[in-house]
């Protein structure tokens, strides 16, 4: 089972930017995808960005494309999440997420079977 550890979350004002990371400890080697998922008061868990772990391609919902920037680290074992031009609906606390399983959506939280403890990241307007 990877380990993961968030950081980089807290209070910013809209139109800010912010940089969470995230630290993989364990076997990351059989990582497939990495990824960041978001949760709001009262509503459900939603995909954010995902990096394929070999090959680095990445994916975006459409709320953050543009606004986003997802980067891994093979090396460091390190992912990160670039925000930029914040907004209030991006208030949520924030899951780095791994999985080492194939065929599953990247986009589902149900295909990941690694998650960090999350960060707050609060946008005030």
């Known amino acids: 089972q990877v380990q993961l550890v968030e950081s980089g979350g807290g209070l910013v004002q809209a139109g800010g930017s912010l940089r969470l990371s995230c630290a993989a400890s364990?076997?990351?080697?059989?990582?497939?995808?990495m990824g960041w998922f978001r949760q709001a008061p009262g509503k459900e868990r939603e995909f954010v960005a995902t990096i394929r772990w070999i090959g680095g391609s990445t994916y975006y919902a459409d709320p953050v494309k543009g606004r986003f920037t997802i980067s891994g680290d093979n090396a460091k074992n390190t992912v990160s999440l670039r925000m930029n031009s914040l907004k209030p609906e991006d208030t949520a606390v924030y899951y780095c997420a791994a999985t080492s399983r194939y065929g599953g959506s990247v986009y589902a939280p149900s295909s990941y079977n690694s998650w960090g403890q999350g960060t707050q990241v609060t946008v005030s307007s």
């Open positions: 364990g076997p990351t080697f059989n990582n497939y995808h």
